[in-house]
Each structure stands twice: as structure tokens, then as C-alpha cells.
């Protein structure tokens, strides 16, 4: 485990100095941690962190000479943690649990009736026989963790560690039946470096919808950051492990042959190191998948398969054993690997002791800040400083001798480069710092030490490092005096290291650094463009496996019924257009212009709604038949019945509809009587203008009206809704004359916190947009029916 602490003031303490202490410490009890931080056990929050922020201050190994100021600090911030920690705090005042590690595994739940009486709870119902190995659940509640565990430990791990998390519950038959399945995945999955652990779905119901859990049990695979759900039985371990491979990034893992052997192993310009995996089979194991995975940002892998024809030349190579896997790490010089290792199959801790030992070139180039961090790690202690030697533009012959030098350097010394115009800010920081004119940095040699994470020390080389773009072709006069600078290079660069180590010795120059921009990094237009051509390179290797016919088949019928569909349409529309045209021959043979008399014509006629039509409109209607009204004044007549007209064409053949309109000057008093019957009496004043633009869907043999108005959609609650509609058809309204008609001045009620205030004002040719969308909520039945007991009498003025 790897500890890493940021202080107060900005420093960074080097996680290899405190790894033994912080070992030591997390491996046993901290202790009381109220007495630690000096604090009572009903403390509240600002007290505990009150009181951590002095003793941090105190204690501090920059500002104590304690020698005991390192491990007395450690134990200051592990018992703040605790103590801020509500879940830790209450765990520990309840159990006396310190441990991180073993909070995480939900102590509030106790499951040990399942360890002293049964393994399941099934066994309750079917007997003692029922039990057996294949059946315990005790797996589950072992890998248990809880919902804060998984978002900050699986979910922020998962960029470099996968995790496989199954969700169950206790009373789960399914959940048994795949105890045996799920004990086989931890014992085949857990050495490879893949995180397994269980969810309990009823304890941690929160997390499930969200992770979006269809049921238990429920296994899910978390990789980058991302959540993907299995969705088939948990019985097959090959589905499964094909299911993971295929959530790992695409072309994590190059294939490597004879013909791209020398374009891979001779292109290091990613800066990473390479690693080549040999293997007798047709793809690569999972385990080496995972360590791809795990180090992508250090290391770009790459498979042979030493069974193809056109892999002889790359295993013969590289002298890769017959009949066993072997990894093979190169830097710069692919000629000679940095290291090798050949087994029947390489376990996950050698690939990584390994892999760790090479992290970086043998000369990085400073492409982004984790390369940084790296290949010069803070050191704030003087007599312990890592200097880092970096060259500005360097390139060519410059970069072959500062890689001779950086396998001669000592432990403390590492040699890199920086591109210029890479890394614009860290260039111009130095220059800055310095004084020195930035266009005059080129094949400048800087040596830094990074005391904190944002600031540095430095000190320029005085030569610049000598050049020669013909030397490498011809031994002449020129080459002669390029080695002598070189070698006067060299001498001088070894002296200035040589006194920059000692403890003693102060840098000339100091400045602030922002973090280094990230040299791979790519845009989101090509992302965009990557993740399409992965999706038809995966598409187009899914058509070579096992499963191409039934996919195959599916894309047939799913064509075949989209061109049948088409050919339907088009034959219907030709015999339209015939028919179209026979009528056209018909009409000119008959007089041209002329209407025949015989031929029906589609009509929609709006009758309007007064006393003499409305026994037939209204009282003496069939069942089954409704009358559409819309209300209308003499101002907005001709505008809103042509809308009207408009939109109700298309149910023009409908025999159980009737359209009408129904005036409000005259007839304003029937509908306040509608409304009033349908709110069960009292007194209701109604402003004829406010009523324009209401549609009123009435049938008259049940006795009941649907009502639409734009001011006043249909709601979860048609009572209150009707209110609103009454006050703000009553006389509330300013001035009816300056347009009331458009949006209603209505007096809130204060007392209903479910009221919410009128929506913004309507012009009258708006007021019928939404009719389309109520006219078919009216015809599947979904809109409010308001009932009345007679339908009032309509009288003429």
C-alpha cells in the first residue's frame, strides 16, 4: 500500500519515507482518536477540525526537529479522518473499529447467524441437507461493501482496476443457485488483478437504481469509470469472461506480426515503453488484458502469436520459448530488451514487479504531468534532492548522447527532455524565472529539483548543447571540433551535477510551475471519430465469429420487413395517383371545372351553437356522439374558426362527431351555468372575453364535457384546475377592451402552495396551438371528464 500526504503548506511528503511508518500504523489500532486530537466524545465538527488544524500545525515535520514528528503526524491525520467520518466515527464509538478496511464491510448488518447456524437461509425450510459448498452464500457476505465504499474506491480505482460486482439479497433462490458460479469467478478472476466484490441490493437499495439493477442477482462489470450490467445467466464462466474482455478498451493490446514488427518497435514516439507478450494461441489471456489495462498510461503492450505463419520472424527475434508465454520490455535500444521473462504462464505479480522496475524511457520526453511526477518526484529535503536533467528541444544526435549519459547516471539523477512548443508554460515559467530571452532556449540543458509539487528549483547549464547535422555522414574537420564541444559539454554538465547534489549547495533560480498539458490528449471531434471507426471495426470482426448467422439473420428479417413495408406504400400510392387521375379525365370530360353532382365531396361543416339548434346539437344527440364547441366572439370569429376548421379536418369523416361554435356575446350565460353545475353550485362570474378560445367536447347522452383552454392544461388535478380556470374566466380581468382576451390578470391564492402563477401572455392566434395534442388525449380517453346532472336551457337574446 502506498500512502501519500499533502500538507497545509503545499508540500509533498515522498511516499517511499513514510511507507514502512504508514505500513506500521494502518496495520494495527490507532488508538483513542478523541484522545489524540485532545477532543471529548460528543465533539462536534467544527470542534474536531478545529483542533486537528493545531495539532497539524504543531506537528508538522517541516516546522518540529521531533524525531517522532513524522509518526505523531500520521496519527493526528488518521484519527481526524475517523472523526470526520460520520459512518467511521459511529463505527467506532459503537465496536471500536479503526480500520478503514474493515468498516467498509457494513458492521451494522451482522451476519453471523449465517456462520453459526446455517450458510443460507433456505436451509431453515428444507433441512440440513440442503446445505452444501456449492450453496454458501457466506461468499457474498464476505465480499460485501458498502455504497460509499463503491463510489470511492471501485468506481475511482476502476481507471486502472476492474472490478466485477455482483448485487444479491439474503432470500434469493437465484442468488443461491449462482454461490458456486460467483465462488469459481473469485478464485479465477481475483490472482489476475481484477477487484471482486458483492452488493447487497436491499441494504444499498439507493445504489442499485442507480447502477440500474433489473434484479438479483445482478452482476456488473466496473471499468474506467463505467457501469456495465451482464445480462444473461450467471452459469456460463466463458460468457462471462467474453463479456469482460470485450468492456476492455479497443485495441488496448496491438497485434503484432512480421510485417508491423519493426514500424512498433522502432516508433516510440507515444514515450512509453514497449512490451511484447508471446503466446501459443490465436488471442491474448485475460491476465495479460488486465495488466495492459492497469499500466496503458506507462506501457504500450503488444501480442504475437507464436502459432501464426507470420509471426516467425518477430519470435525468432526476440528467441521467445516454444510451449511457453513470454514477455519481453524494450526501451529505445529494441536490439537489447531491458528485461525479459519466460513461464508456462506469467503470474500478475512478476508482470508488474517487472514492469514497475521499467516505468519510464531510458531518456522520457516530459509529455504530461503523471510523466513529470515520475521522472522527477518532489523531494523537499535537501540532503536527500532528485535532480532531473532536461534538455529543451533536444533532438537527433543531441538525444543518442543524452541517452549514453542516462544509463551511466546515478540514483539520484534522471535525464529527460521537453518539446518547446509541447509545453509552452513550463518553457516560459523557467524563462521568467531566469531572465533568460525565451526564443534563445533552444538546446538549452536545465537542471531542476522540485521541492514542491508547483514550485521548483533550477539552474542553467552555461554552454548550450553543441550541434552537427553532417557529422554522423563524413569524419571531417567539423566533426572534429562537434566532438571537442561535446566532450567540454559533458565535463561541464558532470560538474554542475556533481555540485547541485551536495546538501549544501543552493540553485540559483526559483519559479512556480503549472502542471504539464497532456501531449496525447485528443479533441472531441476525434474522439468522436476514433469511437465511430471502433464501433465498425468491432462490428465487422463481431460478422467473423460464431455469432455472424444469427446476426446476419436478424439484419435480413429486419431489411426484408422494412422493404416489404416500402413496396406496400408504393403500390398504395400508384394506385392513388391512378385513381387521382381517372377522376382528373372523368372531371374534364364532364365540363372541366365543372362539380359532378354524383361524385361526394369531403365537406366539414361548423354549425353554430344558439337556442334554435341546440335540442339537436346538444339534448336529442345519439350515444356515442359528441358535439365539439369552441367559443368564439365577434372580434376573433373569422381568425379562430378558421384555425379551428384547420384542425379538426382530419376527423371530418367521423359520423359520431359534430363541430360547432358557439358565440359568447350572446350566449356567455349557458356557459356559466355548464361550469357552475360542474363545480356543484355557487356563485360564478365569468368575463366573456376571457372564455375566447375555449373548446368544450360535450356528450350529451352521459351527461358529462371535456374541457380545453390554453391558459389552463390538463393537470393532476382537474378540480383545482377548474378553479383556476373559473377565477380567471371571472371578472378579475383589467380592462377587457385592452385585450384581456390575451392573458388573465388573476388574483393568486396565497393560501395554496400548489398554485402556481399564470404563464406569460397569448396572443389570439395562439390560443388553439395545442387543441391537435387534446384532441387526442380526448379520443384515447386520458383527458378529465367534468359531470352534471341536466344540461342547462340555452336562451335567446
Known sequence: MQWTYKFRSGRWVCAGLLLLLCTLVAAQNIGNPYKILGVHRRATLPEIRKAYRQLAKEWHPDKNEDPNAESRFVEIKQAYELLSDTERRQAYDLYGITNEDEHMYKPRHDYSQYARFSNDPFEEFFGAHFRTQDQDITLFHKLSVTARHFENHIMEKSVHTPALVLFYTDWCFDCVRSAAAWRRLVEALQPIGITLATVHAGHEASLARRVGVHGVPCLTFVIDKQI????????SMPKILEFIRWKFPYKLVASLNNNNMDSFISDFEDNKVKALIFEERPSIRLRYLVTAFHYRERVSFAFVDMSARDSQKVTARFKAQRNADSMVLLKEDSASPAATVSTAEIPTHTLRELIDANPLLTLPRLSSQSVLEAACPVEWRAARRRLCCVALGARGAALRELRRLARAAPDRLRYAYVRAHAQPDFVRALAAGSGIDISKMDHRIVVIWRREPTRIQYEWLNETWPTCAKCDEEFTEETIQYQQRLNETKRALEQLIKRL??????????????????????GAAWR??????????RAALALRTRHALSALSVLATAALVLAAGYLMAY??????????????????????????????????????LRAEKYNGLV????????????????????QLLSKFHKIVWPYRKNKTLVFAYLCVERNVEWFRRVLQLSLGGGELRVNARNCVGTVLALNPHRKYFCIYHAKHPECAKPHKRMSRMTRSLGGWAGDPEAGAFIGFQTEPDSSSADEAPDPPVLLQENLLDGLPNWLDRLFEGSTHRYYINYWPDMTSK
Open 528 to 537: 468522436a471519430l476514433a469511437r465511430l471507426c471502433e464501433w465498425a471495426e
Open 571 to 608: 403500390l398504395v400510392r400508384i394506385e392513388e395517383e391512378s385513381v387521382q387521375r381517372l377522376k382528373e379525365e372523368r372531371r374534364r370530360q364532364n365540363g372541366g371545372n365543372k362539380k359532378n353532382n354524383n361524385e361526394p365531396q369531403p365537406e366539414l361543416r361548423l354549425h353554430e
Open 619 to 638: 339534448r336529442l344527440m345519439k350515444p356515442g356522439c359528441r358535439t365539439i364547441v369552441v367559443l368564439v366572439d365577434t372580434q376573433s370569429k373569422v
Open 501 to 522: 547534489l551536495k546538501p549544501t549547495e543552493m540553485m540559483a533560480y526559483e519559479t512556480h510551475v503549472q502542471e504539464l498539458a497532456d501531449e496525447a490528449a485528443r
Open 228 to 235: 456495465y450490467i451482464y445480462k444473461e445467466e450467471l452459469g
